[in-house]
């Protein structure tokens, strides 16, 4: 190959880097759109959501937050394509395959999120106490040579299969899509396959009530400061 086009072939894999940077900039920032359209920044500690780059191979981030809203819910978050979907499960994640967890899908959320916990002052969209219940990596459950593509695939369809590596909840799991219901404000199941993580008749929401990284409940949270929030974490 000559120097010259050597030269041209550098020249294009950088557009074409620099194009799939852009690409996910516009993803981002429309998929965020709703979330920052209901919250005032000026009012909450909550995190805006910055642009970044194209994701560098790492594995997928999930978290959990118990949140004590107008209803108390656990918000469920899976990192994909830039963001974390997001769903609110009113009772709670089970490790009890025969427990078929309502989890009704919200908007997209910034994966600085994934480290919020504090309080949403009160008249603010979600107003109230948020804990960090749980939080690790998900990955898809079976070898694939492009696993992040069939997460991807299986969210698309509704048919939302992963592995779970987090501090309290792990193995399989599926998020299923109802054909009910609004399709602007989905409803899916969350359910625990049986594998050697399930345990029927256990009560983990019960059992474990406090946060995973300040050890604090819920009460605790809401006496204390209006946030604990530190972005390089």
Known sequence: MTARKAKSTTKRSVRRVKG?????????KGALAEYRRKRDFTKTAEPKGRRSAA????????????????RLHFDLRLELDGVMKSWAVPKGPSLDPS????????????????????????????????????????AYPEKTDDPEQRLRDGYQRGDFKFELYGKRLRGSWVLVRLRRGDPQKPAWLLIKHRDEHARPGYDIVAAEPTSVRSRRT????????SRIWNSNR
């Open 218 to 225: 819920m009460e605790q949270i809401a006496k204390g400061r």
């Open 20 to 28: 799939a940077q852009r690409a996910v900039r516009t993803r981002e």
């Open 99 to 138: 427990e078929k967890r309502l989890a009704m899908q919200v908007e997209d959320h910034p994966i600085e999120y994934n480290t919020f916990e504090g309080i949403i002052p009160k008249g603010e969209y979600g107003g109230g106490s948020v804990m960090l219940w749980d939080r690790g990596t998900y």
């Open 55 to 70: 994701r560098q191979k790492r594995a997928l981030a999930f978290v959990i937050q118990k949140h004590a809203a107008t």
